[in-house]
T-cell receptor, first 115, second 110 residues
Framework: DTAVSQTPKYLVTQMGNDKSIKCEQN?????MYWYKQDSKKFLKIMFS???????INETVPNRFSPKSPDKAHLNLHINSLELGDSAVYFC??????????????FGQGTRLTVV | GQQLNQSPQSMFIQEGEDVSMNCTSS?????WLWYKQDPGEGPVLLIA?????ELTSNGRLTAQFGITRKDSFLNISASIPSDVGIYFC??????????FGQGTTLQVKP
């Protein structure tokens, strides 16, 4: 029944490793997002995809690469992990990317800890 | 870049009291959203506002889209212990980008 589900919920890894976070939504939405929430709870958008096409790409290191195999999935791959990448990463989806229907529905988050 | 100033940063109130929080910006937004986040969970949408001046309620929650399109407020009436959490405003630009406020942490004393 879960609307936006992301895995894993927790991820602890060493510096320099490469890791992926997966996200799936069963809401039939066209738009999906990745957000980063830092230790001060500040939420910032990283990427947005509409119909599998990248439409928002904030100033994010190119070690972060999103991939959308289809409208229902948006995965996030991170290369060469650094200590500063430790945060909670949220996947979200919305019916549209602007106007009514652009309200984002969030997953439960993936807490990434880089040691 | 675009910024949202959300205040207050935190509130500690007695059960039954009313709560008010607001967000202001120098940017104009097409949509205002209010979310609540519980510990260990993702933000959950409370109210969405689409037109300047719009006033919308959801149970004990009421939110308004400011006339200038640069601000919004959220009121919670007769607070209860389960209202505890972090409340975020978010404004959406015409490009679709969603900007979040810094959050208001609400604690309710029974």
């Amino acid at each position: 029944d879960t609307a936006v589900s992301q895995t894993p919920k927790y991820l602890v890894t060493q510096m320099g490793n490469d890791k992926s976070i997966k996200c799936e939504q069963n809401l039939g939405h066209d738009t999906m997002y990745w957000y980063k929430q830092d230790s001060k709870k500040f939420l910032k958008i990283m990427f947005s995809y509409n119909n599998k096409e990248l439409i928002i790409n904030e100033t994010v290191p190119n070690r972060f690469s999103p991939k959308s195999p289809d409208k229902a999935h948006l995965n996030l791959h991170i290369n060469s992990l650094e200590l500063g990448d430790s945060a909670v990463y949220f996947c979200a989806s919305s019916q549209a990317y602007t106007g009514q229907g652009a309200e984002a529905f969030f997953g439960q988050g993936t807490r990434l800890t880089v040691v | 870049g675009q910024q949202l100033n959300q205040s207050p940063q935190s509130m500690f109130i007695q059960e039954g009291e009313d709560v008010s929080m607001n967000c202001t910006s120098s940017s104009i937004f097409n949509t205002w959203l209010w979310y609540k986040q519980d510990p260990g969970e993702g933000p959950v949408l409370l109210i969405a506002l689409y037109k300047a001046g719009e006033l919308t309620s959801n149970g004990r929650l009421t939110a308004q889209f400011g006339i200038t399109r640069k601000d919004s407020f959220l009121n919670i009436s007769a607070s209860i212990p389960s209202d505890v959490g972090i409340y975020f405003c978010a404004g959406q630009l015409s490009t679709g980008k969603l900007i979040f406020g810094q959050g208001t942490t609400l604690q309710v004393k029974p």
